[in-house]
């Protein structure tokens, strides 16, 4: 049976979790989605504590809805980011490559998998994996160039 555990460490501006949920697949993918999260969560608080100051006050009500925005948008780009990775993982594996293809097609299945959990529109489903497989290639392509 499969076993998970939990480490972290914390030197310098790096912090480094690993999560070991008993298959590689699995853990890439918790891993994309918890630090994606975490950035889009961050960036959500910052955006409205901007807000906060700009105004010059801050309620419970306020705190309560940016508190429930951080975990929408954490949910949401996590979720992006775990699709992402482990569609680019599992291409990987069964391709027996890492190439800017495996970017690609991770990109397109995950544009293609979270336009459809929000719309049935099949144009925008398309539309949606076509930009997600560019905008992944792109980011591989300009990887490779650092």
Not at 31 to 45: E, H, P, S
Request: charged fraction near 20%; glycine fraction near 12%.
């Amino acid at each position: 049976m499969p076993s998970s555990g939990f480490s972290g460490s914390l030197t310098g501006p790096k912090v480094d979790v690993a999560i070991d949920m008993g298959h590689p697949l699995l853990n890439i993918t918790v891993d994309g989605f918890l630090k994606i999260g975490t950035v889009a969560a961050t960036r959500a608080a910052a955006e409205d504590a901007y807000y906060a100051v700009k105004k010059g006050s801050i309620s419970s009500h306020n705190f309560e809805q940016t508190l429930k925005k951080m975990c929408k948008e954490g949910a949401y780009w996590g979720t992006v980011a775990g699709v992402y990775v482990g569609a680019e993982y599992g291409v990987e594996r069964i391709r027996g490559r890492r190439d800017w293809k495996n970017a690609m097609i991770g990109g397109a299945v995950a544009g293609a998998v979270i336009s459809a959990a929000t719309s049935s529109n099949k144009d925008r489903i398309l539309v949606d994996a076509i930009t997600g497989g560019a905008i992944a290639t792109a980011a591989e392509f300009i990887n490779y160039l650092t």
